[in-house]
């Protein structure tokens, strides 16, 4: 488990509840945090996240498998801005069944946070994360949230869905209902089957192979 990364600021943080548009086996705690590489503290948290990668890569290479996806991103208008994302599924499997994980929240004085507010970008956040080398889809390793500290809050506040200012027209125009994920409903009233997409899975094909050792020196460190 590492130490907390430097306070950065969040995008897209899914704590209070989990995002279950891809998981629908509870859903994935996910938060982003962007990172400036020209902070002394933001660099010092992304080097660690690096040579944590660089040992992943480095076991999958002693298993003939090849790592694939980053938990970064790079800024393309502004190079200095890393994007790490840190996600954990809400359930996880272990010898005696199915438990649950949930991330930890804290205030700024250091207080378990029991009510956790919708946060929206902009909030100043660190994160505990504990590595997880994958294999499925390509391989890659994911950054699991253990706890979070609100250092400053942007609350998100959900937009309101307008009200149709229009009366209903006789004989006017009526738009087809195209499927879309969820309960939906007609124009006229009545329900519609909504069209239920079953989760993409795919796993790394074992044939894969390297020809030749991943070796790293400390020169490769933060090299985005």
């Avoid at 991330?103 to 504990?130: C, H, K, R």
């Amino acid at each position: 488990m590492s130490n907390p990364t430097a306070g950065a600021p969040c995008e897209w943080a899914q704590i209070k509840e989990p995002d279950t548009r891809y998981n629908k086996d509870g859903g994935t705690y996910q938060i982003t945090l962007v990172f400036n590489k020209t902070n002394p503290e933001h660099l010092a948290s992304l080097r660690l996240i690096q040579v944590e990668y660089k040992k992943a890569v480095q076991e999958a290479a002693l298993k003939n498998k090849i790592l694939g996806s980053k938990p970064w991103t790079v800024d393309t208008e502004d190079t200095n801005l890393i994007r790490v994302k840190f996600s954990q599924k809400r359930f996880a499997q272990g010898r005696d069944g199915k438990f649950e994980i949930i991330p930890t929240v804290f205030d700024g004085n250091g207080n378990v946070v029991t009510d956790i507010p919708l946060m929206g970008n902009g909030s100043m956040i660190s994160v505990q994360w504990a590595p997880h080398p994958y294999d499925l889809q390509g391989g890659g390793l994911r950054l699991q949230p253990i706890a979070l500290q609100i250092q400053s809050l942007v609350e998100y506040t959900p937009e309101a869905k307008a009200e149709n200012p229009f009366a209903k027209v006789n004989g006017g125009y009526v738009a087809p209902v195209a499927p879309v994920f969820g309960n939906t409903q007609g124009v006229d009233g009545t329900k519609e089957t909504p069209v239920i997409e079953d989760d993409f899975k795919s796993e790394l094909d074992n044939t894969t192979h390297l020809t030749d050792a991943v070796v790293y020196t400390d020169d490769d460190i933060l090299d985005f």
